[in-house]
């Protein structure tokens, strides 16, 4: 655009013309800015006004040089582009391309012309409303697009740039849903629906995967090419609560953007032509830290900032000046030509030490990391269904899922998938026992198998996804004509079906969570004005929360996310948002099966024979005794355990009698739906189960026989006289549950069950990972070694951060060395990130799992944060995950010292504690071990002294209420037991230091070299055959064919 210097004089003011709807002129950001403009004395200010802009022609608006003017609701923008065209003005943001900011295809379209990374995405248009488009295609846990697939979680946005009614969409896996995100009204900018699962059919929408942001949103603020400023907030897709402060404002904190970040700015203000702009920016760690562009929004100012207005006025003056008066100096003058006293703002002067008993950091140390893991919360009995089935239904049903293979087996997970079963069920079994006394007893048992079976899938209403799953084994096969008669092939004619089900959160273990995430929150961290929610939102907290493959440990990390962060509304958004899966790193036995089996089989021995009561004379160490804990009598126990689980199995039996007959009365109509997905998002007792004398939960009284029939089989088999131990845990899992939460039903002897098989579940469940400490050690070294070896990388790079960290403020300090103009160029992400590369590349054994020195660059930004120490950050990592590896941990902790390569080494874990250990009856729900380093900030960075390792531990929940016998009116109203305070694994004023630390615990853990890259996050995996239905058409033929087969097969088997 050519500049008009004709007629220019020193005395001549520049006229801005605001050629904008009074509203937008009449905020806070606007007037800050065009007061500063005005204050340098080199510009006229012209205010149009609405009447001006709706009702006056074009010939008739105020001549200008320079034209501020962009889109609002309201807004005539084409008549605008005349006045423009008519009396060519310079123009901040040009007008033409401010209509592609309608249309979210054409913006993305734009971005991806410029470079500029946007997530994964397809659109969808109709024209009009539920038309049905060859090109799409919606199931249960996804849709596709011209062949492409989105497996949920998935955005689904109106194209439509004016509508900000945005869904996204959960997989069942996560208990599926739908949550709406909006313009903020009020204190919510979201909702969540759990039972919202299709997509919306009235319009053209963009269909984009789910981006992981750990729950923090980033707006970022252009004033020209060059000049980006970026605030982060809470995002709306976690809970939907605004956080405000006191003045009302939405809270947000100004961080540094990276150099990848800022490139991406300067490529919006040249691919939409708009100096002035605002676009959500999506920070993502898939397998490398990556941001993308979700939003441009045109023209936005930031909100509360001074320095910001004091940037943005002196850029736009430049860019004024440059354009109409290159002839005068633009260069920003020595003061300010305003002075504005800005109010005084919150800081974070003042600051307390930890509150709670968790631990007293000293006067010169700062908290530098926190690692927990944790077990999840209380939980349904797990349970598991075996049965042969040889039905011609079933057996269709395994080619089906499985793509037609003979010896491949089918996985039912999906909803999809678990309906065919219930469906093939339903035709198979009634609901009520047939009674004929024909029917022989393997006929009886197969049929009662089936009816479990289908009670188990008929529970909850519809099927959430995260904790019920089908295997269908091939076992037994024939050879059949092929398709073209050309030869055989085998066909199965039986399968070995596998139903596991149970082990499902309870409200009560949510709560259990939520109560652990806000003590931690209270607890675990220093008081620095809000705390650890402080720190999280201004990006100084970096959080990362990991969880087994398992639906209650998953739900265990939301729930505690929700507490820990003070979050609000379902699970299920917060899981997706904040929870990241590592089943390789939590789940499992990992290679300590067979040692595992073996430790079972001596501990069987010993029970037997009661061998631990020869060790009657006390001794130093009664933990290095094989068997430790075994009761002196559990020979006899045993005898008395099998006769009070036959007592316990015979009264649910008659309840679950009484439940047939009235289903018999009532005929085949299904149970009244337990909605699961409702109980995973209540906290709350199902009081109206309880009083009409139901069983707590979504359980019925068949499968609450099942489950202690099964178990009264397993613990004593009449036919070999002989008893299986393994048994223990599982009878005093079940009657620790029905103690706390079925205790309305009035069991006669549960309470005396509780008493023996808490005396043996004592002994049995430590000493089935090692009978002894070197054994402890060596299976626990085996099902822990990853999560040690993380735990370490964790440690290791929390102190390379803070070390490059404070070398980078010295370098900022010696103004010997570097000037003051380079000091002011250089940004904290770069010091940091640069020394931190140096560091990684000297030593190629300090890997770096997480990337950390590509997280840096997510950090506050000290010129505009109003905070203490804006370069101090806390890292936290939670590990969630089950009983086994937190024993396997806590062995590793308390025996490292026996290793041979540690001889003469004293152990990590302190005397007094190694009794209390010893003493401890279970590590129970919810039980953590907590690390956390310190930073001595008075020695030398060098020290072995600067870092140091505090240890705690957590028993979990307290049963003390169940010990007293069970007594309901000692029982707590909402089942829910409370958290054991944690303990200390070392003396008051012990020092172990990260060296110390590091030495004693790498025997045992994965050498950082051994980690694989880091993997990008996958969606939940949704397991669907696009041609299931031709597959399943063309097996028809073949299974009418083998109808007489499998006939004469079933009976074969039954004689």
Known sequence: MARRNDGWGDGDKIKIGVCVMEKKVSCSPMEQILERLRAFGEFEIIIFGDKVILEDPIESWPICDCLIAFYSSGYPLEKAEKYAALRRPFLVNELAPQYLLHDRSKVYQQLKLYGVPVPTYAVVRREYPNQELSYFVEEDDFIEIHGKRFCKPFVEKPIDGDDHNIMIYYPSLAGGGMKELFRKVGNRSSEFYPYVRKVRRDGSYIYEEFMPTGGTDVKVYTVGPVYAHAEARKSPVVDGVVMR?????EVRYPVLLTPSEKQIARSICQAFRQAVCGFDLLRCDLGEATSYVCDVNGWSFVKSSYKYYDDAACILRKIFLDEKAPHIPSTIPTSLPWKISEPVQPSDAVRCHERGTVGISRPSEELRCVIAVIRHGDRTPKQKVKLKVTEEKLLNLMLKYNGGKAHAEAKLKSALQLQDLLDATRILVPRARSGRESDSDVEVEHAEKLRQVRAVLEEGGHFSGIYRKVQLKPSNWVRVPKDNREGEEEYPVEALMVLKY???????????????????????????????????????HDLKIYSSDEGRVQMSAAAFAKGLLDLEGELTPILVSLVSKDSSMLDGLQDGTIDINEA???????????????????????????GARVPKNAS?????????????????????DDEDEKAAIGGDSPNP????????????IDTDRISAGLPCGSESFLLMFARWKKLERGLYNERKKRFDTTQIPDIYDSCKYDLLHNSHLNLTGLSDLFKV?????????????????????????????????????????????????????????????VSSAKLKERSYYEEVRNECVERSSSN???????????????????????????????????YFTSESHIHSLMNILRYCNLDESLNGEESLVCRSSLDLLFKTRELDYMSYIVLRMFENTEVPLEHPKRFRIEMTFSRGADISSLESGGKESLLPDDHTMPIMEPERLQEVGSYITLDKFDKMARPFAMPAEDFPPAAPSQPLPVRFCKNIELQAGKLQHKSNMLSGILKRKTKKLQE
Not at 600 to 626: G, R, T, Y
Not at 673 to 684: C, K, M, Q, R, S
Not at 759 to 783: F, H, M, R, T, W
């Open 502 to 540: 149970g082990g499902v959160l309870t409200h009560a273990g949510r709560k259990q969570a939520e109560e652990l995430g806000r003590y931690f929150r209270n607890n675990m961290y220093p008081s620095e004005g809000p705390g650890l929610l402080r720190l999280h939102s201004t990006y100084r």
């Open 600 to 626: 079972k089989a001596q501990l069987h021995d010993i029970i037997i024979s009661s061998e631990v009561a020869n060790c009657n004379e006390p001794m130093e160490f009664p933990w290095m005794v094989d």
């Open 673 to 684: 739906p337990y909605d699961i997905a409702t109980a995973l998002g209540n906290a709350e």
């Open 844 to 878: 190629k054994k300090a890997i770096d799992l997480d990337d950390s020195h590509e997280e840096t660059k997510y950090c506050l930004d000290p010129k505009y944060a109003n905070v203490v120490d804006p370069e101090r950050r806390v890292r936290t990592r939670l």
């Open 245 to 249: 402060n006191s003045d009302g404002k």
């Open 636 to 656: 006899q126990l045993l005898t008395d355990l099998a006769e009070l689980t036959k007592e316990i199995t015979a009264q649910v039996k008659m309840l679950s």
């Open 757 to 817: 098989s808490q005396l043996l579940a004592d002994g049995v469940i430590p000493n089935e990972y090692g009978i002894n400490p070197k054994q402890k050690l060596k299976i626990g070294s085996k099902i822990a070694h990853r999560l040690l070896g993380k735990i370490l990388i964790d440690l290791h790079n929390t102190r390379r951060e803070v070390t490059a960290a404070a070398a980078e403020s010295y370098t900022h300090n010696d103004t010997t060395t």
